[in-house]
């Protein structure tokens, strides 16, 4: 079935929010659309998937930053220029690969908006498979959000 123009619209929107807000945009648009249509659903858990994953490596790239400096201090804890350089240098590297990271997560949700409003249906990559097994986990949950019924 093909996805409609509007939901073609929505998902490639989902995908274009991760662009200014890598990790705000798509747990918002993620938890306003997973009821919605199947294709929108997958393609918001996409979006998701590659938020967390490259809010991941961002992470992870700053702390083992931080623990190289912070284990080059404490050998040495006295002040010398070159420990100053090569600081510099490990910063500028950190900097660099953090600015990757984001270049490479702007290419990737710019072909994925277009994919989604071409209407493709299949998310590709690793945050595909995991778009794919939480779009069908949700489809399996018995317990839906329904109103509370006070007595």
């Known amino acids: 079935m093909n996805p409609s123009p509007t939901e073609r619209q929505t998902a490639a929107l989902g995908h274009l929010l991760s662009i200014p807000f890598p990790v705000t945009g798509p747990i918002v648009f993620w938890l306003l659309h997973r009821r ?3 294709f929108v659903c997958l393609h918001a858990a996409d979006t998701l998937a590659g938020g967390i994953i490259q809010s991941v ?3 992870t ?3 083992i930053s931080f623990l190289v400096s912070l284990a080059q201090f404490l050998q040495n804890p006295q002040f010398t220029w070159d420990m ?3 600081m510099g240098i490990k ?4 900097w660099i690969t953090l600015g990757l990271v984001y270049v490479i997560g702007v290419i990737t949700s710019i072909l994925r908006a277009r994919a989604a409003y071409q209407g493709e249906w299949r998310a590709r990559g690793f945050t595909g498979r995991l778009a794919e097994r939480l779009v069908d986990a949700i489809a399996k949950n018995p317990f839906e959000s329904r109103p509370l019924k006070l007595p």
């Open 61 to 63: 790239a700053l702390i």
């Open 36 to 38: 919605a249509s199947r």
């Open 57 to 59: 490596l961002i992470t």
């Open 91 to 94: 910063a500028a590297v950190v």
């Open 84 to 86: 100053v350089w090569q």
